[in-house]
């Protein structure tokens, strides 16, 4: 079992900075996917940014402005949020997936709220 801890949520402005922590409880050496989602009020939870083996993938939305990157010495996966906008307002949340060994195993963080005021 894996647990994720998020951090560095906040209050922000437009056009501000915010950079979020999803802590891992083992190595994420082993995890196969890593990745942030979010769920705004009355939304569903949508895929923010995603590393997939190394290999990355962002939103529409948030491409140019988010960056999603990881450091296997803390066991912990970042989200480098830029140019902030109030439609990122949002609880969000760590995920990883693990596909090895079968069955695939899915770990969710808690989730750290971001709130982007004008």
């Known amino acids: 079992q894996v647990q994720l801890v998020e951090s560095g949520g906040g209050l922000v402005q437009i056009g501000g900075s915010l950079r979020l922590s999803c802590a891992a409880s083992?190595?994420?050496?082993?995890?196969?996917?890593l990745g942030w989602y979010r769920q705004a009020p009355g939304k569903q939870r949508e895929l923010v940014a995603v590393d997939s083996g190394g290999s990355t993938n962002y939103a529409d939305s948030v491409k140019g402005r988010f960056t999603i990157s990881k450091d296997y010495a803390k066991n912990t996966v970042y989200l480098q949020m830029n140019s902030l906008k109030v439609e990122d307002t949002a609880v969000y949340y760590c995920?990883?997936?693990?596909?090895?060994?079968?069955?695939?195993?899915?770990?969710w963080g808690q989730g750290t709220q971001v709130t982007v005021s004008s």
């Open positions: 083992g190595s994420i050496f082993r995890l196969n996917t």
């Open positions: 995920n990883a997936e693990q596909f090895i060994p079968p069955p695939k195993k899915t770990f």
